[in-house]
Nanobody
Framework: QVQLVESGGGLVQAGGSLRLSCAASGRTFSITTMGWFRQAPGKEREFVAAVGWSVGNTYYADSAKGRFTISRDNAKNTVYLQMNSLKPDDTAVYYC????????????????????WGQGTQVTVSS
């Protein structure tokens, strides 16, 4: 099992920035991919970004491209999500997730491919 703890959420005005962090512990050697998902009230959980744990290749939802940057620090077993130019529509609970099996690129954005999840951190963007 991999344990994940997110931090860095909060309240920010539209146009502002936040950086989320996700620290992994436990069987971190088994991680293949780490991702960020978000869920707004009344909506389904949706993919935001992902990063390959060994190679570092990155993937983004269209809504995140150009505004969000995912990165990882393997030495610290931590993944980050830098969010710039935030909009009220970005308001959601953001979840960190880790996959321990190789993921086909076509399935990177599918939440069911990830078998370890953090507790979530609230991001609220005011207009």
């Amino acid at each position: 099992q991999v344990q994940l703890v997110e931090s860095g959420g909060g309240l920010v005005q539209a146009g502002g920035s936040l950086r989320l962090s996700c620290a992994a512990s436990g069987r971190t050697f088994s991680i293949t991919t780490m991702g960020w998902f978000r869920q707004a009230p009344g909506k389904e959980r949706e993919f935001v970004a992902a990063v390959g744990w060994s190679v570092g290749n990155t993937y983004y939802a269209d809504s995140a491209k150009g505004r969000f940057t995912i990165s990882r620090d393997n030495a610290k077993n931590t993944v980050y999500l830098q969010m710039n130019s935030l909009k009220p529509d970005d308001t959601a609970v953001y979840y960190c997730a880790a996959a321990t099996a190789p993921l086909p690129t076509s399935l990177i954005f599918k939440s069911y491919q990830y078998d370890n999840w953090g507790q979530g951190t609230q991001v609220t963007v005011s207009s």
